[in-house]
């Protein structure tokens, strides 16, 4: 099980020397990779009752992940970096292609763009994007960008794309890019049939939302299922589980929930710490958790 851990975007802020710290201090512990989260926009939840809940709001810090990545890229040299998630159908899909590419060859090939299709309709306006639709383009766009990433030269004619004898350049050092799907809510950890379908179907992985339980065990049954529908091998899906450090667990208790994630055949997971805004405390934390397992 590869083990990376959860960037503390929105608690360490504007500090980048603190930022910086904490990656590289994660590289040097020998975690697999850093995982990154994403919203362009925030919202005044008082002003937009029409959303149901709003885990991030306009006063959240959040760095823009393409750039963020680049800037990470150049100050490590081994440790992985992931999207977990982009929002992928409020983006142009060649645009979004060619950030990556540009990602993974400024990090040797460390990029895993994990995508979602967001709950924010703010966002969506705001981007000029149909909310509505963002299920359907999101297939269509996981498809444009393998070929993009793959392909000098692509033609392409679908429902939401028109790329005629075009492509990007340059390519990617993986070619295709691993895409991972993410989906669920954590007081809704079920993914909709739409989610389960394209996971099985199209994610080289999944970052779920549900406990390490015999509830996770069953959505994960249905996403295999989805997978052996289309001829594809359901070992080849991956998936990432994450737990939260509390500062006051001790080191087994880490364990056990890592254990947890391990007996249902997780293939990663991302660890992080709650309610801390150091730099430094959020480094104990995942050195400590590092030391428990040995």
Known sequence: MEIGVSVPIVEIGDDFGALRDYIQAAEALGYAHVRILDHVLGAVPEKHPEVPQFPYTHESYIHEPFTLMAYLAAVTKRIGLTTGILILPQRQTALVAKQASEVDLLSGGRLRLGIGVGWNSVE???????????????????????????????????????????????????????????????????????????????????????????????????????????????????????????ADNNPEDWLTELKSWEEIGATHMAAGLRGATSADNHIDAIRRLKEAIG
């Open 124 to 246: 969506y306006e705001a981007l000029g994007v149909d909310f509505a639709t963002r299920g359907s383009r999101c297939d269509e766009q996981i498809e444009v960008l393998r070929q993009l990433w793959t392909e000098d030269v692509i033609d392409f004619h679908g429902k939401y794309h028109d790329i005629t004898h075009a492509g990007i350049n340059p390519l990617p050092v993986q070619r295709p890019i691993p895409i991972w799907v993410g989906a669920g809510r954590g007081n809704a950890p079920t993914p909709p049939n739409a989610a389960i379908r394209r996971i099985g179907r199209l994610a080289d992985g999944y970052f779920p939302m549900f406990a390490p339980d015999a509830g996770g065990q069953a959505i994960l049954g249905r996403i295999r299922a989805q997978a052996e529908a289309v001829g594809r091998d359901p070992s080849e899906v991956g998936f990432e589980g994450r737990i939260t450090i509390p």
